[in-house]
């Protein structure tokens, strides 16, 4: 059984920095929803066939190529630290640590890959990659999807396609997400324009943990919202061909601001990286705030001594989950933003100036 | 003739951290207001006889020994840059820097004494050093009072003392005042506290430049407000035993500050350095705040490797004369802005971590 503490010495494989346009493209996610045949959705499901559900999806798991490069984790058994900490790695959703019954998830070490069993279907499959790699995730996805779909009868009608707890996925069972960093939208409050012409493609934007939750350091998930009716492939290349305007168009407000207001974005840029240097108390919010800007900075060239893997650990190390983690202990807001402060301090200085 | 740039690659032995009490006395000044007898008081002079008194006054000065160890600027004929130079390393007031007519300064290089010629008065002498120095400080201004009175005739009564423009000063002619540093007590607004005090015993609070001006940096001038009809050991007694309660309430507070709330008052004053050794742009203004939570720090023993001296030449030479000089170009605010932010990253990165 793999030790969750190694989680916290690096970050997955998505948050490496690499694939195609890194600069503003974060990662993309791809995901299935599926659910197995002869078993009523979660909605209508007490927590003995919850179990029971669980019990049947381990067990096939297990005998298929996926099952043996992943670890599975029972929910139930993590402590609430723990489940957030795969929150904050984006390896389960909130409503999947938070809620309550027999559930699970396996991934494995690289973190490419992430079923979740008994969230809102009895499968979610889930694949991430870092920049703008969607039909590299659609194939990890599919791959481990037509791996399971060897072993487990999914629920699938000829009409309507693979069936799913919530109608919006009933379809493909697809949904795709882009998490896109756009600062300088942000600082020039262009960002509300993407926003308006995202929505009219029916596209969703939603904050860095999906659906409910804020951006914050001026991340963005954008994804389609609708399944019934399109092929896999209309939906990848829906997003295929929206992303990019919106990559681009962050680009040129950036070499907008480093023309005609390049002293005052590098003031703000450099003074994160001061304070984020200095500091001995920091809130999670502000850090992700300094940390864009960083990001930003290290992008455009003017900061060169932090590599950008540690700007996008940080992102995730600095966490709640993950700083108690570290510390081995229980902390409190309070001395989270003192642990906070202090390994970000030590893992900048690592990096020279 | 000395030149005025080179006062820019240093500042005056007044800050030099040195003296007694120097963790909250920065300073201390001796100003001994003086007119020359047969001549009117400046108020009634025209630009002829001001000219008159001007020379009258300088050639005496060269006879004395102060004379010799000083050298006279005539202000009318320093541009305004110079004079505001003079202005911020307090060796003349802002009055005589921006008044009009025939008027100068007399100062060495140790800038220990400065002899200004029709200001307020036709001659005013004063005697600044570091700490809580006030015997040592009127010493030296009585030294040169002495020595000038060997040439010239003072306007004096026997019944009033030392005869003066303004009737504040008639009697002893004596000034004398401390400037303070009390982070802790503004910081607590504790600061209050002490204002009404002193004020009840009639001594005047007042800002880093004397009369009229804005506090910053958390520094106060404290001075007294009547000469007549109380001797010299008078008044530097009473202030004597003022400002060591004022020093120990400060410290106090510091103290306390430490014990309860260490982490907040150390990540403010880190901040502090954060942003003092990364920003790309600071106004005069912020660079007071953040320099006052340095020397805070440094006097706390928080901050070990910045040497109290850089923090107190700092004050001087990030204001606007001085870094105008220091780069020999005329600059607008925002350029100021600029290159004070690299003048003080380049100074503090000289100084380790």
């Known amino acids: 059984m793999q030790d969750l503490n190694e989680l916290t010495s690096r970050s997955g494989e998505w948050l490496s920095g690499g694939g195609r346009e890194a600069d503003v493209v974060v990662s993309c996610r791809v995901r ?45 058994e993590l402590s609430q630290v723990d489940r957030q900490l795969l929150v904050e790695r984006h390896l389960i959703s909130r409503d999947h640590a938070f809620g309550r019954g027999p559930r699970g998830v396996a991934f494995g070490p690289d973190e490419k890959v992430s079923i979740m069993v008994n969230e809102e279907d009895h499968l979610r499959i889930q694949a991430l990659r870092a920049g703008l790699e969607l039909e590299e995730a659609f194939r990890l996805a599919n791959e481990v999807d037509n791996d399971l779909e060897k072993e487990i009868d999914y629920a699938f009608s000829s009409q309507f396609g693979y069936l799913t707890a919530c109608p919006t996925n009933v379809g493909t069972g697809l949904r795709v997400s882009v998490m896109l960093h756009l600062p300088a939208l942000v600082i020039t409050r262009e960002i509300d324009k993407v ?15 999906g659906e409910g939750t804020q951006a914050s350091g001026d991340f963005y998930q954008i994804s389609n919202q609708v399944t019934l009716g399109k092929s896999e492939e209309e939906i990848i ?78 992102f995730v190390l600095s966490q709640p989950a993950h700083l108690q983690k570290i510390e081995r202990a229980q902390l409190n807001s309070h001395e989270r933003d003192e642990v906070r402060a202090r390994y970000i301090r030590e893992r900048l200085a690592r990096n020279g100036r």
């Open 32 to 76: 299935l929803a599926r659910n197995v045949a002869g078993f009523p959705f979660l909605t209508r499901a007490d927590d003995e066939k919850r179990k029971e559900i669980e019990h049947y999806v381990k067990e096939k798991l297990q005998k298929t190529q996926v099952g043996q490069t992943t670890n599975y984790w029972d929910l139930q």
């Open 195 to 209: 926003f308006q012409a995202v929505s009219k493609i029916n596209l969703a934007v939603r904050g860095l943990y």
């Open 237 to 314: 290349e829906n997003l295929s061909s929206v992303i990019p305007q919106i990559v681009k168009y962050e680009r040129k407000v950036r070499q907008t601001l480093l023309q005609s207001k390049r002293l005052v974005l590098e003031d703000k840029i450099w003074r994160a990286v001061g304070v984020l240097r200095f500091a001995r108390s920091i809130s999670s919010e502000e850090t992700m705030e300094l940390l864009s800007l960083v990001r930003l900075g290290v992008n455009l060239g003017l900061i060169q001594d932090i590599p950008i893997t540690t700007v996008n650990e940080l």
